[in-house]
């Protein structure tokens, strides 16, 4: 297996960290990896202990490598938060070929330009994501490679995020012995994993609702077009039960995973379970409808959250209705109460693959998914990667013998 066709993903989520590992044959995608681990040291998203995730990240790689048998040096870092933010920006190059065939080269320029954009010192460009290309004023073009043309434009969106954020992330990645190859919005991961041509285009709220955080993304126009970060998620629901219940955290959320259902008129009175209260060395029985009426409003509530924010961005009424997804909408009973609550055409969706056929695997293996589908793109509108420069007996140019040349192109 040569590592050119193995793309592992990294998600470093509050509860969990996955690793997995693709393989891209022939244009599919294989799932033949996949490691997990308690989340340490991450709370609502963000990390709070550098050394408790170097741990956790190198407790899931081992347990994918193990798995694999081969090891992990490179990975894919989905990243997501609060501190996300969109930008719009517009690059313009002239074509290069003589025979002004649009190439590889022309589009990395085009790219390149459009991340020439003015930024706050605390903020950084995380990628690119070209909405259309134009040549010579031609609107609506996706690919512009292999055209001819004069004039190559592009209108992209530029993803960017906190500097602090970004260099912690990158850091306990690297203090786990890894090589973060690029930061990979999370968002475009499931988005393209999750939505149809059609539902990117009309316009659709995915919601990607986790332990400690809920992502909200909207796709319009083929894009992303806005993406929010809420603190609620699945942790606060084993709160309530650990309080309704009055026992330990923990044992709450075996609890949450074994017998928990979201609503109250799907679960069974006759499923019954003991619980270990604290400060009694005696055990109390509760039914799955007790513990129902503890959830139920919570999830309510939270959906009334994620409906109110999708509002807030524009999208009260989205034509593509919403798309759930992420590990809290595992629990039985979500789809029902959510059809309810958000008064539309709901969903829940997650990966058909065999081995992660769950919403908690759906950024993970998103991740994949959209590097094997826009391969050419992101890696030209990547960041330029610290590479050991060539010896040549050639007198390089200095910077003002090239922004000479840069801005006689855009002239």
């Not at 109250?264 to 060395?281: L, M, T, Y």
């Amino acid at each position: 297996m040569s590592n050119n066709d193995v793309i592992v993903s990294l998600d470093i989520g509050t509860s969990k960290v996955r690793v997995i590992i693709g393989e891209v044959a022939n244009g599919s995608i294989n799932i033949i990896g996949v490691g997990s681990s308690e989340s340490e040291g991450i709370r609502k998203g963000s990390i709070v202990d550098i050394d408790q995730t170097v741990q956790s990240i190198r407790n899931a790689v081992d347990h994918a490598e193990r798995m694999v048998g081969i090891q992990i040096s490179d990975v894919y870092v989905g990243i997501s938060g609060n501190h996300i933010g969109l930008q719009t920006s517009h690059g313009v190059v002239a074509v290069s070929n003589e025979d002004r065939e649009i190439g590889e080269e022309d589009i990395e320029r085009v790219l390149q330009a459009a991340r020439v954009i003015a930024l706050p010192p605390e903020r950084e460009i995380i990628g690119v994501v070209p909405q259309q290309y134009l040549v010579d004023g031609l609107e609506g073009i996706q690919d512009p490679r292999g055209m001819i043309g004069v004039r190559l434009e592009v209108e992209a969106t530029i993803i960017t995020g906190a500097k602090t954020a970004i260099h912690n992330l990158r850091r306990v990645v690297e203090k786990a012995g890894l090589n973060v190859a690029d930061l990979v919005l999370m968002s475009l991961g499931a988005g393209t994993m999750t939505l149809s041509k059609d539902e990117k285009m009309i316009g659709t709220v995915l919601a990607d609702i986790g332990a400690g955080a809920t992502t909200i993304s909207v796709f319009e126009n083929g894009t992303l077009a806005a993406t929010s970060t809420l603190p609620i998620g699945g942790e606060f629901i084993s709160n309530d039960i650990s309080i309704g219940l009055h026992t330990q955290l923990e044992n709450a959320e075996k609890i949450k995973l074994k017998f928990a259902c979201a609503a109250v008129k799907d679960s069974a009175a006759d499923q019954v379970f003991k619980v270990p209260r604290i400060g009694s060395n005696t055990e109390k029985e509760f039914s799955q409808v007790d513990l129902a009426n503890i959830i139920e409003p919570r999830v309510r509530e939270m959906l009334q959250l994620i409906r109110a924010e999708a509002a807030r961005m524009g999208y009260s009424d989205p034509l593509g209705g919403f798309v759930l997804t992420g590990g809290t909408m595992s629990m039985p009973g979500m789809l029902s109460v959510a059809q309810e609550e958000l008064a539309t055409s709901v969903r829940i969706a997650a990966p058909d693959y065999i081995g992660v056929r769950d919403p908690s695997y759906t950024s993970g293996v998103g991740i994949i998914i959209f590097l094997t589908r826009s391969f050419r793109t992101r890696s030209a509108a990547a960041a330029p990667k610290k590479t050991v420069p060539k010896k040549s007996q050639s007198k390089q140019p200095g910077w003002f013998e090239r922004f000479k040349n840069w801005l006689s192109e855009l002239i």
